[in-house]
């Protein structure tokens, strides 16, 4: 399946932008539909995070568990998740350009059981909008929270 890309230039620093991401309670607050997060692991950034996300869809509660696979400071984290018979990896970039920060965003998404395969062209569109809003909600955050 076609991996889900988007990308936002934000008025903010690096560090913000990267922070913003990266670690998910200040994610959280910048995206409002992340409704609750409980961490799974000691750690609470970095290689080895492990979090349960609740998100709220359409009017109802959904939980996903993620896991934070990899992790270079102020250049980008990756997410992964084993969810509904699919694998759902998740890369951000943040890289300075000019006087903005391009956030970039790609979801690889790899349905294994049969159902899956089947549902997935059906949903794609949601997860696309879903992932355009998420970017903005956290360039709306980052500009209005930078200093």
């Known amino acids: ?3 889900i890309s988007a990308t936002r230039q934000i008025h ?3 560090e913000q932008v990267f922070r913003t991401v990266a670690d998910i309670n200040n994610y959280s607050a910048a995206v409002p539909h992340i409704i609750k997060v409980e961490f799974l692991s000691e750690q609470q950034t ?3 995070t492990r979090f349960r996300e609740t998100r709220l869809m359409n009017q ?3 939980s996903t568990i993620l ?4 992790y ?3 250049e980008m984290i990756r997410l992964v998740s084993d969810a509904g018979g699919t694998i759902w990896d998740s890369q951000f970039t943040v890289v300075p350009n000019g006087d903005v920060v391009d956030l970039n965003m790609r979801m690889e ?3 294994y059981k049969l159902m899956a395969r089947l549902f997935m062209p059906l949903i794609r569109n949601m997860v696309v909008k879903g992932v ?3 970017m903005d909600c956290v360039k709306q955050w980052c500009e209005e929270h930078s200093s």
Do not use: F, Y
């Open 109 to 111: 998404i790899k349905p």
């Open 46 to 48: 970095g290689v080895g």
């Open 132 to 134: 355009e809003k998420d």
């Open 60 to 62: 109802r509660e959904e």
């Open 12 to 14: 903010a620093s690096v």
């Open 67 to 70: 896991e934070v696979t990899e």
């Open 72 to 74: 270079v400071e102020d």
């Open 1 to 3: 399946m076609k991996p």
